[in-house]
């Protein structure tokens, strides 16, 4: 099956910094998502990106599906911005998303 | 439109006895998915539903777990005779057609 792979693992910001997670997948797909895990849990969509570049406010995310990777990046990091970021793929029935282990975001102020 | 809704988001149960979760998608989205969260982990897909039919459940446990979506009312995950490995945040997600996926906050069930 797809295997995804996110990097890095922890990532420790002071608050303003800029920061640039990565997402690689095993096989070509046609739905990326990102998505970031709040510390209560709560998940929240952040970009649906199968190819190019999206921008929402502060964060950004650039897919280049032909080299099988995805790039989200996040600007002017701030607390709230603390907890996991999640890149997931569809299988290759297009059933389900097959999730990363995350990246976990650290932001102190 | 109030957004993927579980419930509950607590549940405590002793091994052996049955866990039911329940989640309503979001008005007027006929797909629903059911994934699990270990601790420390990222989530697994377990089971992809339509109204009243089940599409996907090449995730789901074989024994013990049966997942439904009835015509009417919200689609409900159950895990009988419950055993601490069972202990996880269950996360539902609705879509109105692949992709875009909403989550609902999950349900956190501890097995003790």
């Known amino acids: 099956g797809i295997q995804v792979e996110q990097s890095p693992p922890d990532l420790i910001l002071q608050e303003g910094a800029n920061s640039t997670l990565r997402c690689n997948f095993s096989d070509s797909v046609n739905n990326l998502q990102w998505f970031h895990q709040n510390p209560w849990g709560q998940l929240i969509n952040l970009f649906y990106?199968?190819?190019g570049t999206k921008q929402n406010g502060r964060l950004s995310a650039t897919t280049v599906a032909t080299e099988r990777y995805s790039l989200l990046y996040i600007s002017s990091s701030q607390t709230t911005d603390s907890g996991v970021y999640f890149c997931?793929?569809?299988?290759?029935?297009?059933?389900?998303?097959?999730f990363g282990k995350g990246t976990t975001l650290s932001v102190s102020s | 439109n109030a957004g993927v809704m579980q419930n509950p988001r607590h549940l405590v149960r002793r091994r052996g006895q049955e866990a039911r979760l329940r989640c309503s998608p979001m008005?007027?989205?006929?797909?629903v998915y059911w994934y699990r969260q270990l601790p420390e982990e990222g989530l697994k897909f377990m089971v992809y539903l339509q109204k009243e039919n089940i599409i996907d459940e090449s995730g789901m446990p074989k024994e013990r777990f049966s997942a439904e979506f009835p015509k009417e009312g919200p689609s409900i995950l159950r895990i009988q005779q419950v055993v601490r490995g069972d202990s996880a945040a269950y996360f539902c997600a609705s879509s109105l057609d692949s992709p875009g996926y909403t989550f609902g906050s999950g349900t956190r069930l501890t097995v003790v």
């Open positions: 997931a793929v569809s299988n290759q029935a297009g059933t389900a998303l097959i």
């Open positions: 008005k007027g989205h006929s797909h």
């Open positions: 990106i199968p190819s």
